[in-house]
């Protein structure tokens, strides 16, 4: 029986630092991507092989445009460009991304400097448009106070949840993965009391209960993530959270990354949060949360990105792009 390619590493636990970089990649770039992805495991070596304590890993993504531009033949089945959600109140913006690195270890400066190598390494082929140093705060909680990720699938429901297998044969052991950065406001929210906070979150703040089903809201955050199919199966992601700030800034935040092995479970829960469900009943985090940054990338299993598919011949990019067969950018008010 064939056996399915070995993911990025994406199943690698959460980390005490991560650097998140998105980058846009110009016309004529392509190429120096393309060039770039074999040898990115050979830079985590680099870096990672002097620090054997430092669990540093990188993932890498590339977003549907670049996908288009670069490569020959089929794309990821499920790769679209983000699809900025409207509701009448909330808006969850897409923002410019065509590669994206997550880069995790226990300290930032492996990260660091892994991230400063791949973008010497690219040059003139791409601009940073978005950097975030991620770092751990107290027991794995939020700004908001909340511990994040409880509630991530492991093991193998992680890898169900996580990587593309027979239904997209060819991308096999691949990831989609999607990143919101949030800002918060912090004042407003600590000024409400902890009982408020905890029906917003819908778990206990000190000791991470989940609220019985009695008094959680359903308009509170883990209520409208909470996806179950008809028939009953519950469609989890793995997520990643980090915190992020400046205080000179007074700046607060949350950058959201989900992986999911269909982008389409992430878009349900962001519909459900930013519309509501029902329509207008939204989630209770977003009155004191802002999304900034809105992106969806392919992330190829680990062999792909040693091997990538054929470049773009000339002939093909003077054909017109693919159609990326979905609704696109635009807006996703009432559709669930
Ligand atoms: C402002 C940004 C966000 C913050 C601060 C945040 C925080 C949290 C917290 C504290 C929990 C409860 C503990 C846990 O299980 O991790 C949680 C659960 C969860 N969040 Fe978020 N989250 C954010 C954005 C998102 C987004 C954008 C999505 C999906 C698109 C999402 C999906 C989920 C899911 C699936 C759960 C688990 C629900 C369950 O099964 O109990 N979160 N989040």
New binding site residues.
């Given amino acids: 029986m064939p056996v399915d390619p070995q993911p990025q590493a994406v199943l690698s636990p959460l980390t005490e630092s991560a650097v998140f970089l998105t980058m846009t990649v110009g016309d004529g770039g392509e190429q120096a991507v393309r060039d770039l992805l074999p040898d990115l495991g050979g830079l985590v070596r680099s870096v990672g092989f002097r620090l054997p304590d430092e669990g540093l890993t990188c993932v890498t993504g590339i977003g549907a445009d670049l996908w288009d531009r670069t490569f020959d033949g089929p794309r990821p089945a499920a790769l679209h460009p983000f699809r900025e959600v409207t509701g009448a109140r909330h808006h969850?913006p897409s923002t410019p991304g065509d590669l994206f690195l997550h880069v995790r270890a226990v300290r930032l400066f492996p990260c660091f400097e892994l991230a400063r190598l791949v973008r010497t390494r690219l040059g003139d082929a791409a601009v940073v448009v978005d950097e975030v140093h991620g770092f751990r705060y107290f027991d794995r909680r939020?700004?908001?106070g909340?511990?994040?990720?409880?509630?991530?699938p492991t093991g193998d429901g992680a890898s169900a949840a996580v990587l593309v297998g027979g239904e997209d044969p060819a991308f096999a052991g691949g990831t989609y993965v999607?990143t919101?950065k949030?800002l918060?406001d912090l004042p407003g929210w600590q000024g409400q009391s902890v009982e408020a906070r905890e029906l917003a979150?819908?778990?206990r703040m000190l000791d991470?209960v989940?609220l019985d089903d009695a008094t959680k809201p359903p308009d509170s955050?883990?209520a409208l993530?909470?996806?179950v199919d008809d028939d009953g199966t519950?469609r989890?992601?793995l997520?990643d959270?980090m915190p992020f700030g400046s205080i000179a800034d007074g700046e607060y935040g949350?950058y959201?990354i989900?992986y999911a092995a269909d982008p389409d479970v992430?878009?349900r829960?962001?519909r459900r949060?930013f519309v509501g469900e029902p329509e207008g009943s939204t989630d209770r985090?977003?009155e004191f949360?802002t999304?900034v940054t809105g992106s969806l990338y392919f992330v190829p299993s680990a062999a792909l990105l040693d091997d990538p598919p054929p470049a773009r011949t000339a002939a093909e990019a003077a054909r017109p792009a693919p159609a990326h067969g979905d609704l696109g950018i635009g807006d996703l008010r009432g559709t669930r």
């Fill in positions: 969850a939020d700004l908001l909340f511990v994040d990720g409880t509630e991530n999607m919101q949030y918060h979150v819908g778990r991470d989940e955050h883990v993530t909470t996806i519950e989890e992601i997520r959270n949350t959201f989900g992430p878009e829960m962001l949060m985090l977003l949360s999304a």
